[in-house]
């Protein structure tokens, strides 16, 4: 069993900053890509960030400069920094990590519950 625990969600001022942070726990053997991704009411699940093992970064146009995404893999753990947070940057934002529970089995992909993030202008 895996779980994907997401905290740091809140209501925020525009121009205010919040940092999520996302934890695997349970049985695997490898943690590969994890992601941040947000979906507002009425709109598309996006990508905001992701990170590989090895640091690679990417970023959606909209939050480049502003979000920093990092990890701990000793801590199985991925962040998001959110830094000059706009009333756009409002959605529901979930933590995805590709897992492989085992040394023989494929990867899988797993979603956490999701964390509020409201920018009030």
């Known amino acids: 069993q895996v779980q994907l625990v997401e905290s740091g969600g809140g209501l925020v001022q525009a121009g205010g900053s919040l940092r999520l942070s996302c934890t695997a726990s349970?049985?695997?053997?490898?943690?590969?890509?994890m992601g941040w991704y947000r979906q507002a009411p009425g709109k598309q699940r996006e990508l905001v960030a992701e990170v590989t093992r090895r640091d690679n970064t990417r970023y959606a146009d909209s939050v480049k400069g502003r979000f920093t995404i990092s990890r701990d893999n000793a801590k199985n753990t991925v962040y998001l920094q959110m830094n000059s947070l706009k009333p756009e940057d409002t959605a529901v934002y979930y933590c995805n990590a590709g897992i492989e529970t085992t040394r023989w089995e494929n990867e899988n992909n797993y979603w956490g519950q999701g964390t509020q993030v409201t920018v009030s202008s």
């Open positions: 349970g049985s695997f053997f490898s943690i590969n890509v």
